[in-house]
């Protein structure tokens, strides 16, 4: 059969690293899949390359993609995210049928997916907004897929997104309906801030080992090997050990060494905190991520602090006592291990802002389940806050669940010793410092936000409630300081 006449069941145009290992996996996995990019070299050399895979219809236009694809036709836009997806999307829509549907599978901004979404549902097409998360190698093995959109867009999509998934380890695909226009991308974003904690707050450990205890990269590696063993087994904690281990071929040096320290970033972590913001949650633990990388790459602001005087170290600060080092790295593991629970605490916060901001009715036990594998933040960690919103789907924040609670009491002083540490060293851990405020502003009896109500209404007449009766009060603080209702 000549590729005219083919019938793909699904095209995925953008064959950049992302979307030609998606199209590689439909393929792997059974699939007729018309491919297309905007420049036609990509699309000739993932046939030439890896064309004994499946069944690939090369296309070199989109009338042609389009024309290859059996209906309802399913196109996967795997292009860059904002306005080339607005092209892209636009170019093949004006080619499609109603009952189509057009899956953004790229990093897009929520808000992006919802207005795409209800443009193309005025015309007739479905428009999933699927967030895909597990970089090159997830894309082509199996990714973690979080596909929002019209229900009924699901019935015929999902069967083809459970195939190419991963796997999760009780051998449930990691995709799931997520719920309308852009939770499927608002998901994906959370995911993405959630990834960023995660990464600074290994990185603090990683650093609170090295300049405090004395380790070496190499000692490091083999300390995350260890962890990675125990309750914080996760890909991030997998390949932190691997980059650790990792000797830059030219020097000789520790590759992480040689690496510049300014942390980029393309912006889902910010998009993440700006929607956190949006939406009256605190996630500070995502905020303090990516701040550090922010301030990572200052610099001007760097060099102008850098003859600043900091403490006085601990014998020169050289090596701990083998034992003294390896008592340490005990407690680094508990505070990381908490402060790891903050962050998801926030990430899950967040989530039910959203849903109940947009009317997603996100179930934030699926959310849980199709990240144990395939994703960045993929960890054995996922099954338990699967399992604690399993328990209890209205559980108020993670932090209220009782195996969590438990854990955090358990670490905590562990936790305080290693902050204190950093601060007393020098050490840099807004991540774990701002967990443990986190932790310790929660379970506070009372917080010293009466105070700045005080303030607020001592400047502003911006009034405030009290402990002892209902009703709105202001103070006459320029006159009598008699308390009138406002
Ligand atoms: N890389 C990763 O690990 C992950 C990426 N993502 C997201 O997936 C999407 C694809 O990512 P990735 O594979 O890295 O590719 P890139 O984000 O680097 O995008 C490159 C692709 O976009 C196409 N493109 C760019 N501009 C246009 C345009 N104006 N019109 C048509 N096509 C255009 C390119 O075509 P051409 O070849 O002609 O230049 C190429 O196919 C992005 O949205 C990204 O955010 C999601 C998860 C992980
Ligand atoms: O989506 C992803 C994984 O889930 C990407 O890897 C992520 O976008 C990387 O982000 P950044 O470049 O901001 O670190």
Request: glycine share 12%; net charge negative.
């Amino acid at each position: 059969m000549s590729s005219a006449d083919r019938k793909a069941q699904i095209g995925v145009t953008g064959l950049a690293v992302m979307g030609r290992n998606l199209a590689r996996n439909f393929a792997r996995n059974g699939y007729t899949v018309a491919v297309h990019n905007r420049t036609y070299g990509r699309t000739r050399e993932l046939v030439e390359q890896f064309g004994g895979e499946g069944d690939f219809v090369p296309a070199a236009s989109s009338e042609e993609f389009v024309a290859a694809l059996e209906r309802p036709r399913r196109v996967l836009v795997m292009v860059k995210a904002g306005a080339p997806t607005d092209a892209v999307i636009e170019e093949f829509a004006a080619l499609l049928e109603p009952g189509d549907v057009i899956i953004d599978g790229g990093n897009a901004h929520f808000e992006d997916t919802r207005r795409r979404e209800a443009a193309l549902r005025e015309r007739g097409l479905h428009f999933v907004g699927a967030g895909v998360s597990g970089g090159e190698e997830g894309a082509l093995h199996g990714p973690s897929i979080m596909p929002g959109g019209p229900p009924e867009s699901y019935e015929s999509l999902g069967p083809m997104l459970e195939r190419i998934a991963a796997r999760a380890p009780d051998g449930t695909p990691c995709t799931a309906h997520v719920g309308p226009d852009g939770a499927g991308h608002f998901v994906k974003m959370v995911h993405n801030g959630i990834e960023y904690a995660d990464m600074q707050l290994i990185a603090e450990a990683y650093q609170l080992l090295r300049d405090v205890a004395g380790y070496s990269p190499a000692e490091i590696a083999d300390i995350f090997g260890r962890w990675n063993e125990g309750r914080l087994e996760s890909y991030l904690i997998e390949i932190t050990a691997e980059v650790l281990r990792h000797t830059d071929a030219a020097t000789g040096r520790p590759f992480v060494d040689v690496v510049a320290d300014r942390a980029e970033q393309k912006g889902t972590g910010r998009w993440t905190v700006q929607t956190a913001l949006g939406l009256g949650t605190p996630v500070p633990g995502i905020a303090e991520a990516v701040f550090a990388r922010s301030l990572s790459g200052h610099a001007e602001l760097r060099a102008a602090a850098a003859a600043l005087p900091g403490p006085q170290t601990r014998d020169g600060g050289g090596r701990m006592a083998p034992d003294e080092a390896a008592a340490f790295a005990e407690r680094v593991e508990r505070s990381l291990y908490a402060s790891k629970i903050i962050s998801y605490a926030q990430g899950w916060d967040m989530m039910r802002a959203g849903s109940e901001e947009y009317g997603w009715h996100l179930d934030l036990s699926a959310t849980a389940a199709i990240w144990r594998a395939g994703c960045i933040i993929r960890a054995g960690f996922l099954d338990r806050i699967r399992g604690a919103f399993t328990n209890d789907p209205w559980l108020p924040s993670l932090l209220a669940d009782p195996a969590f609670a438990k854990e955090l009491g358990e670490a905590q002083q562990a936790w305080r010793d290693v902050v204190a540490a950093a601060a007393a060293g020098g050490v840099p851990a807004p991540g774990m410092a701002g967990a443990l405020a986190y932790y310790d502003a929660l379970r506070s009896d009372r917080l010293p936000a009466a105070l700045l109500q005080g303030q607020r209404d001592f400047f502003g007449a911006h009034t405030y409630q009290r402990t002892d009766r209902e009703g709105t009060f202001h103070t006459l603080w320029a006159e009598d300081r008699s308390e009138v209702r406002a």
